[in-house]
């Protein structure tokens, strides 16, 4: 075993009972901290920027969502007012990083999967 080994797995790796499965959060409304940003492309070649939130209170508190904005020229209308809701509204400010912190809080609504 590594050496960030617990004890458990060398000792009764019965004595300890899986997690539950995690399913996807159910629709609605959550407090949560945004806490990731970090810049991609799809497998295509597509630019975007991946956010990731972290649930802050509530039943689902720790648990994480994330949304990726597109940032395309097709895409730019959407793109641009998504960032606002973040208090983003320049590609400064896109590029800045988070506060060191990592605490901008946020109100996500979560809808049904279709």
């Not at 799809?42 to 920027?49: A, C, F, Q």
């Not at 990083?97 to 809808?111: E, I, M, Q, T």
Request: charged letters at 30%; aromatic letters at 8%; hydrophobic letters at 40%.
């Amino acid at each position: 075993a590594g050496t960030n080994a617990g004890n458990w797995i060398e000792k009764d790796w019965n004595a300890v009972a899986p997690a539950p499965e995690f399913a996807p959060l159910p629709p609605g409304s959550f407090v949560a901290h945004l806490t990731d940003k970090e810049f991609h492309e799809s497998k295509n070649g597509t630019p975007g920027v991946k956010l990731t939130f972290t649930v802050c209170e509530g039943e689902y508190k720790g648990r994480k969502l994330w949304y990726d904005i597109w940032l395309t020229d097709a895409a730019a209308a959407q793109a641009r007012r998504d960032l606002a809701k973040l208090g983003i509204h320049s590609k400064a400010q896109l590029e800045r990083p988070l506060p060191a912190d990592k605490r901008v809080r946020c109100d996500l609504r979560v809808g049904e999967v279709r």
